[in-house]
């Protein structure tokens, strides 16, 4: 029943997405709150395919409270369209590839963030020696943090592939790349944290806590990255 209630809700989300489009007359992908939707209907999206790959209510149920949140600020918040003016100088094929991939990014993050945080949890309950039936669903420690730096391994690709067609279309189309923008900066610098935590797991053959809170603080990084530095920035509206 759960999950075709949230299939419900996938569904509801793509239409109002779609809804958008053709009341907009573009990609409703320009303003921050936008982006905020497409996020939470990304981590819905990934619910659902995970939820026939792992059995792990536990899970599911974190992921999909930060979707909800996401979803829920954006739909309450204030709206901040920009002019038609605006979007149409906006709105190119390049700028919407980079705005989707750092979305699915963002979304693979959280993952990531997901599975870190439960194996967080996990680690300090079994150090304090309380366990029982209900922590299979959390799942194995080993599969938490496997599960996490695929996730990861994921996100940073993406996370750099959308970076630099947004550099490309700062390039061509305001003639000049503002490196020392606030939100430029933070997130070179996500990618760098997010980098340096694949090459301890997999060079380093680091494991453990560490890593895990490594992860997590990565993933707060990514935060303060997308509500803040664009409060910050001159150059993005989203």
């Known amino acids: 029943m759960a999950f075709w ?20 007359e573009r990609v409703p992908l320009m303003t921050s709150l936008e982006g905020m939707f497409i996020y939470a209907w990304i981590l819905v999206t990934i619910s659902l395919i995970l939820n026939k790959m792992l059995k792990m209510n536990v899970f599911m149920l974190l992921v999909n409270s930060i979707g909800f949140t996401l979803l ?25 590839v980079h705005v989707g991939l750092l979305m699915f990014s963002y979304g693979a993050f959280t993952i990531a ?10 680690h300090k309950l079994l150090k304090k020696k309380k366990w029982g039936e209900w922590m299979e669903k959390f799942g194995s420690l080993s599969r938490l943090e ?10 940073v690709p993406l996370l750099f592939t959308g970076l630099i067609l947004g550099i490309v279309w700062a390039s061509v189309t305001v003639g000049a790349v ?15 944290v997010y980098g340096v ?26 935060l303060i990255n997308y509500f803040l530095s664009s409060a910050f920035s001159e150059f993005h509206i989203w």
């Open 146 to 155: 496997r599960n996490s730096y695929y996730a990861s391994l994921i996100g």
């Open 72 to 96: 829920s600020i954006s739909m309450i918040a204030p709206r901040n369209d920009i002019s038609e003016e605006l979007a149409q100088v906006l709105i190119t094929e390049f700028l919407v």
């Open 178 to 192: 503002p490196w020392f923008d606030p939100k430029i900066i933070s997130s070179f610098f996500v990618m760098i």
């Open 5 to 24: 209630l949230l299939s419900i809700v996938w569904i509801l989300q793509l239409a109002i997405f779609l809804w958008r489009i053709f009341t907009l």
């Open 197 to 222: 935590y694949l090459v301890q797991y997999q060079f380093m053959k680091r494991r453990g806590y560490s890593v895990a809170l490594l992860n997590a603080a990565a993933f707060l990084i990514l």
């Open 113 to 122: 963030f997901a599975f870190s945080l439960l194996y967080i949890v996990q």
